[in-house]
């Protein structure tokens, strides 16, 4: 059901990347020395490389990992690990001292004359004035300078039919109403939350001037070189500058301007194509389905009638939280793929840097290096900065295994520089609009998935969630790389990235896995420097944050060990490098996404897709989360703190 409705079965589909882009992460290249770093880790259990110890079990509920004291460089949030849950259990955990609440859930109202949640009397008016479905990003922004007001910003990816209506047989049976409805349900919503004390818990403002639904229908402006293409001009909007709506909105990032951006992830399922039509640029973007029935409400969703309305979804779009007459826009020099996020640090000089992930087995990794210069104080400039830049894509060169250690240099490839393409046969708005196909062209690295891409603000480090692939090294596809090193990679790793002299806007780096992710017991798992057995088991690592103290947290999306998804924190420096304890795991058929580590030491999480499983339906429902009396599964944005 997940895989129906999140990415149109997109792992059920051939695989998009079927291009022969060589293979330089075979290369071996000299040992590449980092200040020293290299010189703590420990072998990689990998194939013909040293082994790390043989785990202990560790699978008893309610074992707590007996690490948070002995090696303590510093928790942002101190808490004793909880034990995995069983996959399809109906429960919210979190560590003993802590409780949670949910801040928001699906349909709750938020925008003037927007009725009550009532999952039997729903309208595509009714949805278009609450909470969307299936939150993911979320970013949790000051307000006014009062520790008690603050900003909610989620997105919401994408609707689950089946869950949302009695009796749903299907987008061909769909009524209108219900098509119009989920049609609502998508975009992004703006809520102020409220509290009474800085030890209270938020809860959110219904009647706020802040407050805002972005949909479907909410006109967006194209910025950059690829604006006005002819690539992007439809009937309805012959300039090809104004795109109504934003799809799929997967992970995102919060800018140091205050704006959130959001990725456009799997937007090929919603348009309906014609059988006969054979399209690479749309096929290498998945775009050959029967579509969510929406061509039947909104016939821009119909290939046949408006081909290049595909070309206008795939973008990081910007959504200005602070002024909610503001027209969010969609950045065409950020370039197109299926987009997981974009995360925004500042290079040396001072330049925007945004990293990105295009979420889909054996594609790449990207990086967007802004023209101008961020100005502390100038919000109207910085707002600007994603309209023009520099873009690349990543190529991960292996130095070997033999060194036991997973790790090599990399480089960023130019796609465009100074304005102008650096692949030979594309233009500049084609290389924009058709990133993957430009990107196939010089030689990036196919990785595993790769979802979050984020710098941790206090060691500099770049850290690449890859969720998994497991077609990696199956017959007819691509084998393994050593940043890829595991054939039918189920678990996922995560890379860690130095860039060149610390910068953000270098052109080549170092990178090494920090974590080979799965059972413990697995030997082909690593953690950093730590001794397997003192870990909580990860699998299928997703979106990542990291709290002030520089610790990695990762949310993971479809647990292939038999447990629930959970939040992770994730030591990467010190001795404690690679040990991986488990904060919290949310319930049955859920992913764990969006994590906010709030500088209180309070942690927001969006709880995706409870109760996801081929069986249930609103008769029979496989989760009630958040248990409000509802009767069903609402995702929900979800804070946990200190009891
Ligand atoms: Fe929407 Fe890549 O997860
Ligand atoms: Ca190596
Ligand atoms: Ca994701
Ligand atoms: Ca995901």
Redesign the pocket.
Known sequence: MTCHYRCGSQCAAPVANRSQNAYFGDVVRG?VSRRGVLAGLVGLGVAGAALGQAPAARAAAGDPTPLAAPFDPGHQVDFSAIAPVPAGSDSFDVPAGFAWAAVLSWGDPILPGAPEFDFDAQTPEAQAGQFGYNNDYVAVLPLAGDEHRALLVANHEYTNEELMFRGFTGSDEATDEQLLTAMAAHGVSVVELRRSSARAPWGYVRHSDHNRRVTPATPFRVTGAAAGSALLRTSADPEGRTVLGTLNNCAGGTTPWGTVLSGEENFHQYFAVPEDLEDPALARYGVTGSGRGWERVDERFDVAVEPNEPNRFGWIVEVDPYDPASTPRKHTALGRFKHEGATVSLAADGRAVAYMGDDERFDYVYKFVSKERFREGDRAHNLTLLEEGDLYVAAFD???????????TGRWIPLVTDGVSRVPGFSLERVLVHTRLAADTVGATKMDRPEDVERNPVNGRVYVACTNNTQRGTEGRAGVD?ANPRPENKDGHVVEITESGDDAAATSFWWNLVLVCGDPADETTHFGDVDRSLVSPISCPDNVAFDSVGNLWISTDGNALGSNDGLYEVAVDGPRRGLVRQFLSVPAGAETCGPVIAPDGSVFVAVQHPGEDDEATPEAPASLFPYDGSGQPRPSVVQVYRA
């Open positions: 040992v292996g130095d070997g295994t033999e060194d036991g250690r997973h790790d090599g050593e």
